[in-house]
């Protein structure tokens, strides 16, 4: 296995240059992408993979759901390469070892590899559902190895139903640092699904922060595995570490994921010496890239004044230099040099937005609020139009009629089954990267609401709701996006 001194990591920052001499919030997007070592020599001996593997009696509902999870399954043990240490788990209100046959991890070659596949032919569906205590046998079998990065596939069609919740929590809280998690979701092509979005994101968020992805064509099951599988072997650093040092004229507000997937990181922090805070964010391969937010509250200076308020940098382990960028902004009176938005910052607070009224709006939808609803619903729908993401518009027209996408105007449908909302919850907090890449339409900036709207009861003010804790930006005011 490679060192963490053999893969490079890069670190780059976009933030505005100016802030209001009365103080304000400074938003910065951090960039972390590993890069392929010159001479790269990676032996496959420092990984380990559990594959939980859903037997509950739903995935015999129909029959074809757990069909395709063996299949998916062998061809995920046909993915690992020589010298890995895996096993396979099968979950239902029990944890179940399929392969190895006792509690160990096995280590893949020819031989293991069949032998899984031969053991997967007889998992079949039956009992309940505790993902905790899925999570909970993994932590231990990847407890044996831990000199390897651990890694989970936890593949399910249902809810945490023979758990109590707060079980659940308790079990996730038992594995952070200790592996990180892919989900997938299978569902039904019509759009509805008995997994719960919250459940699943919130596992998501505290191992890995990687993205939940919903499953509803079986066909394409495989390749999924395949690609989470391939992903996973290219990792070569164990705990990489995104530092936030700052002088006595900043204090973090809050640290978020906010590519590939959202993730509020700021309950994560480590103290790591005065005014400095370390954020674990995961192991690294080569291929990897992640965008975050860093939210720095910054105090009054004289109109003029031009300091350095902090430091960002990454880092994977005691054994490594960091990669460290300074943060240095001026202070002025002049409205039109504080106002202005970083592309970048601007880019991903608008994702930002279209989570949170979703989130809301569905939350509203439940609950019977069906003005709120529509307000909230109404947003995200104009976000999603703005920004060119039509297919997220698609995916809300389970819930709600489109009446004006540009204008936001929304009705709720009547009677909607709870189990459509699951895939819009977790793809909303799917993001595309900001970058030259992207196409124009997916960076302009979105229009402004047809009229003033509430936000968690209150109109807004500014560019920070402090009810629900986001960025918004509105156009329609002078000097919106100033934080």
């Given at each position: ?14 933030h ?126 990847l ?48 759009g509805?699904h ?13 191992l ?7 499953v ?49 990181l ?16 995961g ?79 569905l ?6 609020r ?30 709600v ?83």
């Open positions: 296995m490679s060192s963490a001194n053999d893969l490079p990591l890069r670190l780059s920052v976009h505005t240059e100016c802030l209001p001499a009365d103080g304000a919030v400074l938003d910065v997007v951090a960039t972390v992408r590993g890069e392929e070592p010159a001479h790269a020599d990676v032996r496959h001996d420092g990984l380990a993979e559990v594959i939980l593997l859903d037997s509950s009696g739903s995935m015999g509902a129909p029959q074809a759901k757990m069909r395709a999870a063996r299949q998916a399954t062998a061809a995920a043990v046909d993915a690992l390469p020589d010298g890995v240490a895996f096993a396979v788990v099968s979950g239902t209100a029990l944890a179940t070892m399929v392969y190895p046959g006792d509690r160990r991890l096995a280590v893949a070659d020819e031989t293991t590899r069949a032998a899984a596949r031969n053991a997967l032919r007889h998992v079949a569906p039956h009992g309940g559902t505790a993902i905790g205590t899925w999570l909970l046998l993994a932590r231990r079998l407890a044996t190895r831990p000199d390897a990065i651990g890694h989970v596939i936890l593949l399910t069609d249902g809810r945490n139903e023979s758990q109590r919740p707060a079980d659940l929590r308790a079990a996730v809280e038992d594995c952070v640092g200790r592996f990180t998690v892919d989900c997938r979701a299978i569902g039904s092509a019509d509805v008995d997994w719960d979005a919250a459940e699943l994101l919130g596992i998501a968020e505290a890995g922060a990687n993205p939940v992805v919903p509803e064509d079986l066909t394409g099951l495989t390749g999924e595995f395949r690609a989470v599988l391939t992903r996973a072997m290219s990792r070569r650093v164990p705990d990489v570490r995104l530092r936030v040092r700052t002088t006595g004229l900043a204090r973090v507000r809050f640290v978020k994921q906010v590519h590939p997937a959202l993730a509020d700021s309950g994560r922090g480590e103290p790591a010496g005065e005014l400095a805070t370390d954020y674990p964010v192991a690294w391969s080569p291929h990897d890239q992640r965008d975050y937010h860093v939210a720095l509250e910054v105090d009054a200076m004289a109109p003029g004044a031009r300091r350095r308020i902090g430091w960002l940098s990454v880092h994977a382990g005691a054994d490594t230099t960091p990669v460290e960028v300074p943060l240095t902004v001026e202070w002025t009176e002049d409205a039109l040099r504080y106002s202005e938005i970083n592309e970048s910052v601007a880019y991903y607070t608008r994702q930002q937005d279209y989570a949170a009224a979703v989130q809301r709006g939350a509203a939808a439940r609950a019977g069906v003005a709120e609803a529509e307000e909230h619903l109404g947003r995200a729908v104009a976000l999603a139009h703005a920004t060119g993401r039509d297919d997220d518009v698609a995916l809300l027209t389970r819930v009629d489109v009446l004006d996408a540009a204008g936001g105007r929304v009705r709720l449908k009547p009677d909607v089954d709870a189990r459509l909302t699951q895939s819009s919850l977790v793809l909303a907090h799917q993001t595309s990267r900001w970058g030259p890449q992207e196409p124009p339409a997916q960076r302009a900036a979105p229009a402004g609401p047809p009229a003033p709207w509430r936000h968690c009861g209150d109109e807004q003010t500014g560019a920070y709701c402090e009810g629900c804790g986001a960025h918004h930006l509105s156009a329609d005011r002078p000097g919106a996006g100033r934080s």
